[in-house]
């Protein structure tokens, strides 16, 4: 387990599995790892998916700034990858910024126009943003 090469596909396991706490250590090292190499022996994507899973743990947890961080940084390694920027959007929803929330859903569904959950939550932000706006909050 100790070759970088088995680190991703043992965390996506663990994932599956949700033994959410293992995902996250080989994720982190996985990340680590391609830190140390510059990035040279990472492909963005998996760089990218890596960083995202990793979110989606915290998320899960409900450690919502560190999952944006990690959401954040997956869309700076790999910009065309919709689904960090789905899953942000989903958080800053939650948290009820709304404008920043439509932007993220937005630029998912301009990468991929046939993301179903992100049109549904495009189309919830907007309708939610108006009834607060109406109600003057």
Not at 34 to 62: E, F, H, M, P
Request: with cysteine; glycine share 4%.
């Amino acid at each position: 387990m100790d070759r970088p090469q088995d680190l991703l596909p043992s965390a996506h396991a663990r994932f599956q599995e949700r033994r959410f706490d293992e995902a996250e250590e080989l994720y982190s090292r996985y990340i680590e790892h391609c830190a140390c190499s510059g990035g040279s022996k990472c492909s963005s994507r998996d760089l990218a998916t890596a960083l995202n899973n990793r979110g989606q743990i915290k998320y899960l947890r409900v450690d919502f700034y560190q999952a944006m961080d990690d959401y954040t940084s997956a869309i700076e390694t790999k910009p065309d990858f919709e689904v960090p920027y789905y899953n942000r959007g989903l958080i800053l929803y939650r948290l009820g910024f709304f404008d920043e929330a439509l932007k993220d859903f937005k630029v998912a569904l301009e990468l991929n126009p046939n993301f179903t959950d992100a049109t549904l939550s495009l189309k919830q932000t907007i309708l939610d943003k108006e009834e607060k706006q109406q109600q003057g909050y």
